[in-house]
């Protein structure tokens, strides 16, 4: 097997770090989560489940056991990978996929065990309602709270109304037992107008997903349309306005979307970016590893093609700072490893895992202008 191990260094304002790529050869890779024995699943959007050992060696052979409906079309794929909470004793690893039905396509959320070189026991846990034609804006993060609830995120599968329709799931952040079961405390479980699996609505296509280490709370970000990428606090019933109130603006055009950026009853964002960086992977950073980035967000970018570092203070973006601007490509995901450093993919059918991780550089030299800080206007 072909190894790659690139060094880039780089001294940014915050903290000196090198940049290490791990292993290439990776088909648009979408997401990744640790094992307990230390070896690393990584999902490739084209359908595929990868296994990467604890020296960083890519097996040549996925993993077999995914369904035969995964749809590979547009934005449609493999998506997010999460490990149960409590996987060391019951194995279930979490699945989030674009699926293919008769009608069209939906987001699905399943889940299965890892035995050898294979998926068992597969559970599809929940399938987006109603299915559509089209492959855009599926959503599909994973994260789990701290009771256990799964929430799955999806998008509005690019027919913008959708979002506020109340029988339909596009737009919403859904709520599940670990089982995929209903909880008796979802919002709209009581309400014959709503559906009883949603947890919040309003949203147009979220593919970045994080619990926040003290709160608790579902942090979330989504894609907006010419503009107006945001950051919002997910909490139970809220409504985040989407089309009706955002930031951004059309595409072609360039004319207001809705009624323009507030209205009552609908959320306001944490966080805006205008113009665009299609944000996609999202992690908080609470390890010891890089102490200066301690209580960050980081966030992944496609178009931006860069790695976005947020100062917060309680739940207020108060700066930005941008790394590997232009470096490595357009950034999928971002995770942080068990030791505490930071990992990402990029998105490209010649994608990479790379590792940020603390450099011996004397933090005195000047910045590279790879990393920039930029205040926050918010």
């Not at 994080?210 to 997910?234: K, R, V």
């Not at 009552?264 to 010891?288: C, K, N, R, T």
Request: glycine residues 12%; positive net charge; charged residues 20%.
């Amino acid at each position: 097997m072909k190894r790659f191990l690139l060094l880039v260094f780089f001294s940014v304002p915050a903290w000196a770090f090198e940049t290490q790529t791990l292993v290439q050869g990776l088909n648009h890779p979408w997401s990744m989560a640790w094992l307990p024995n230390g070896e690393l699943l990584v999902t490739e959007r084209e359908g595929q489940l990868r296994r990467i050992d604890r020296d960083f060696r890519l097996d040549p052979k996925p993993i077999e056991g995914l369904p035969k409906d995964i749809d590979v079309s547009g934005q449609g794929g493999l998506f997010d990978i999460a490990l149960h909470p409590d996987h060391a004793r019951n194995g279930w690893i979490y699945l989030s996929y674009a699926q293919r039905q008769a009608s069209g396509t939906s987001t699905a959320l399943a889940r299965a065990r890892l035995q050898g070189q294979r998926l068992v026991d597969w559970q599809t846990l929940f399938t987006m309602r109603p299915a559509s034609r089209g492959g855009r804006h599926f959503g599909g993060r994973i994260a789990f709270d701290r009771q256990g609830h799964v929430f799955l995120t999806l998008g509005d599968r690019g027919d913008e109304d959708r979002a506020q329709r109340p029988k339909d799931h596009a737009g919403a952040v859904i709520r599940l037992h670990d089982d995929g079961r209903i909880p008796a405390n979802n919002p709209f479980v009581n309400d014959p107008q709503q559906l009883p699996e949603s947890f919040s609505r309003g949203n147009r296509n979220i593919q970045g997903a994080a619990i926040h280490p003290q709160t608790g709370e579902l942090w979330a970000h989504e894609h907006g349309p010419q503009g107006g990428d945001e950051i919002n606090i997910i909490r139970s019933g809220r409504n985040y306005g989407w089309p009706t109130i955002t930031h951004g603006v059309n595409y072609v055009t360039g004319t207001r979307i809705g009624v323009g950026t507030q209205q009552a009853g609908m959320e306001q964002p944490l966080h805006v970016w205008v113009p665009s960086i299609a944000p996609s992977g999202m992690a908080f950073y609470d390890a010891a590893a890089f102490p200066a980035w301690r209580g960050s967000l980081f966030v992944g970018a496609l178009r931006g093609q860069t790695l976005v570092r947020l100062t917060l203070r309680g739940n207020a973006v108060v700066a930005e700072e941008r790394l590997l601007t232009q470096a490595v490509g357009r950034i999928r995901d971002v995770r942080v490893g068990p030791e505490g450093w930071l990992y990402l993919l990029t998105d490209s059918p010649d994608g990479a895992l790379l590792r940020l991780k603390p450099s011996s550089a004397n933090r005195s030299q000047s910045p590279n202008p790879i990393g920039t800080a930029i205040q926050s206007a918010n």
